[in-house]
């Protein structure tokens, strides 16, 4: 991985791995890629968890968008904030209506375009679909990566589309040089 995780108070661009005893079952073992981050806040995408019995298949029928040649891939719980709500992480080599260049690592888009040139064939060569975010108003994100919760480890294309869903978590660890067998659930105090 890239060792540019401290360049800056901004994680776009980068992931962040739950920590063992986060307090929120929501995010347990969460691998969240962070598409947007500011002053203002900021906006990730779940990748290291799947919505049980959910494809591509079942959200393009739902557009009317045929699926004759699209592959059946699951479709992760990008986060608990409008989980109705879909998003594309891709590939940069393609662009569409909102497309979002994140840190020229890949771009994420929300919009249909992008779900009907994937059915197409003219799409994103890599790319995966989430329901939901994560999202953080002004100041809340890094007030919590001040506590123990989260830790942020550089963006890495490997992690999104080359690693099994249910490998993500803890090969985000590794790759930071972490054992994640040897985490504690809870911070400690001096």
Do not use: K
């Amino acid at each position: 991985m890239d060792a540019d995780v401290s360049t800056g108070p901004f994680l776009t661009g980068q992931f962040l791995l739950a920590m063992p005893g986060i307090g929120d079952d929501r995010f347990d073992r969460a691998v969240i890629a962070m598409c947007a981050h500011d002053a203002d806040g900021a906006l990730g995408i779940g990748i290291g968890a799947t919505i049980e019995g959910l494809t591509l298949h079942d959200v393009l029928d739902q557009l009317d968008i045929p699926t004759d040649g699209v592959v059946a891939a699951p479709v992760h719980f990008g986060g608990p904030v409008e989980p109705r709500r879909g998003f594309v992480v891709h590939s940069t080599e393609w662009s569409g209506q909102d497309t979002v260049d994140v840190a020229g690592r890949w771009a994420l888009s929300g919009t249909v375009d992008v779900l009907r040139a994937i059915a197409e064939g003219t799409g994103p060569r890599r790319w995966l679909i989430a329901l939901g975010y994560a999202g953080w108003g002004e100041g809340q994100l890094d007030a919590e990566m001040t506590r123990h919760g989260w830790l942020n480890v550089a963006g890495d294309e490997a992690l999104l589309y080359e690693t099994d869903v249910d490998d993500r978590w803890p090969s985000g660890f590794r790759g930071a040089g972490i054992d994640p067998a040897l985490l504690a659930n809870s911070a400690g105090q001096a």
